[in-house]
């Protein structure tokens, strides 16, 4: 089942934007470790907070990905950036009225890995 992991990371002030360059980076190994969509986002309201939407094939490949060098290498380049700030939520996704089952599988038609 469809694993999403929505949250909001704190910045250090006027860090923001380095923060979501690193974080939008291109990584064609998430995608292959099961991840179908990872989408990165601000709000003027909120100056210091960059906001990610995850979505994973499973839970475990979300947990599996954090072991990956590449993924190590872009946690300890955030860790300057960030004030320790965090937010979010995890959940199993249930369905969509924006397709016609659940799954990985209708996402990565949306989201092309």
Request: aromatic share 8%; hydrophobic share 40%; with cysteine.
């Amino acid at each position: 089942m469809t694993f999403a992991n929505v949250g909001t990371l704190g910045t250090v002030p006027g860090k923001r934007d380095e923060l979501v360059a690193l974080l939008t980076r291109r990584s064609d190994v998430l995608a292959r470790q099961g991840c179908l969509a990872y989408e990165v986002g601000v709000n003027d309201d909120d100056p210091d907070t960059v906001y990610v939407l995850e979505l994973w094939a499973s839970e475990a490949a979300h947990r599996e990905s954090l072991a990956l060098p590449e993924v190590q290498a872009a946690i300890a380049a955030a860790r300057p950036l960030l004030s320790g700030g965090f937010g979010g939520f995890r959940f199993e996704v249930l369905g969509s009225p924006l397709r016609d089952r659940p799954g990985p599988t209708a996402y990565s038609r949306t989201y092309p890995g």
